[in-house]
């Protein structure tokens, strides 16, 4: 169950604060709160991919904040006359919580995904980044569509052994919301975040739109340009059938059922 205020959209629970809200309850919970907690993003994108993927979309529906990543959403929810005034990133979340953290002194984090090249990056950057923040574990899990039980298991191992307080998962939408929700609670966290590009967003190995583009909903367009064969389907197929959906009100005859 989402915490915090949402609004339903085509059929998902979406959280409506600002981003400073929600960075401040997943720090509250990090650092006092007990058992575990995860975050997922939605976007066109993810909900059209959803739609051909019954355990992704139980998955989306499962966390306990999913936030609107995409000006689709924002648009979707004025359209609906809504309260989400403003995206809010995975990247976002990640800094904004490792800024909390590193104010007050303490946090334990662990990475799982990417390339050993990337995350030893990430060490590196977080150590001069976030002095305070302990990066307890990193694990490069094998580049396939699905994981055996075996593999699954010896990553929440590898995961509990660090003793982290978050868990950072870069694995790609829908593998890594997928295998937060299938591990659940046998994850010992307080809180994980499945934030796909953004580890090759802090690392600069893509590099992000900058804030004018960002301000004017426009963040894909360069990044396009920059990957068009990986995000070409996402803008001319997935976002109209967001919209389609939108506009015909999926979210309603969801709901109804």
């Known amino acids: 169950m989402t915490q915090g205020p949402t609004e339903r959209i085509?059929?998902?629970?979406?959280?409506?604060?600002?981003?400073?809200?929600?960075?401040?309850?997943?720090?509250?919970?990090?650092?006092?709160?007990?058992?575990?907690?995860?975050?997922?993003?939605?976007?066109?994108?993810?909900?059209?991919?959803?739609?051909?993927?019954?355990?992704?979309?139980?998955?989306?529906?499962?966390?306990?904040w999913l936030i609107p990543d995409g000006?689709?959403?924002?648009?979707?929810?004025?359209?609906?006359r809504g309260h989400v005034r403003t995206r809010i990133t995975g990247g976002d979340i990640f800094f904004g919580l490792h800024d909390r953290l590193e104010r007050a002194g303490a946090g334990r984090v662990f990475f799982l995904g990417?390339?050993?090249?990337?995350?030893?990056?990430?060490?590196?950057?977080?150590?001069?980044?976030?002095?305070?923040?302990?990066?307890?574990?990193?694990?490069?899990?094998?580049?396939?569509p699905d994981y055996s039980d075996a593999e699954i298991n010896e990553m929440v191992a590898?995961?509990?052994?660090?003793?982290?307080?978050?868990?950072?998962?870069g694995m790609t939408a829908p593998k890594q919301e997928t295998w937060i929700h299938r591990v659940g609670r046998g994850v010992d966290v307080k809180f994980a975040a499945a934030i796909g590009a953004v580890f090759d967003f802090y690392t600069g190995r893509i590099k992000r739109s900058s804030p004018a583009f960002q301000r004017l909903g426009l963040e894909w367009l360069p990044r396009l340009v920059q990957e068009p064969r990986?995000?070409?389907?996402?803008?001319?197929?997935?976002?109209?059938?967001?919209?389609?959906?939108?506009?015909l009100g999926r979210g309603e005859m969801v709901d109804a059922q």
């Open 230 to 247: 990986r995000l070409w389907r996402r803008m001319f197929v997935s976002a109209p059938i967001f919209l389609r959906d939108v506009i």
């Open 114 to 144: 990417s390339t050993e090249q990337t995350l030893a990056s990430i060490r590196e950057r977080m150590a001069k980044d976030y002095p305070h923040i302990k990066v307890v574990g990193t694990l490069s899990p094998p580049f396939k």
């Open 71 to 80: 000006v689709g959403i924002v648009l979707a929810s004025r359209l609906r």
């Open 158 to 169: 590898a995961v509990n052994s660090a003793k982290p307080d978050v868990l950072w998962v």
């Open 10 to 64: 085509v059929g998902y629970s979406v959280y409506t604060a600002e981003v400073e809200a929600c960075v401040d309850a997943i720090a509250d919970h990090v650092l006092h709160g007990n058992g575990m907690r995860w975050l997922a993003c939605l976007n066109p994108h993810s909900y059209a991919e959803a739609l051909k993927k019954p355990a992704f979309a139980n998955a989306l529906r499962a966390a306990d």
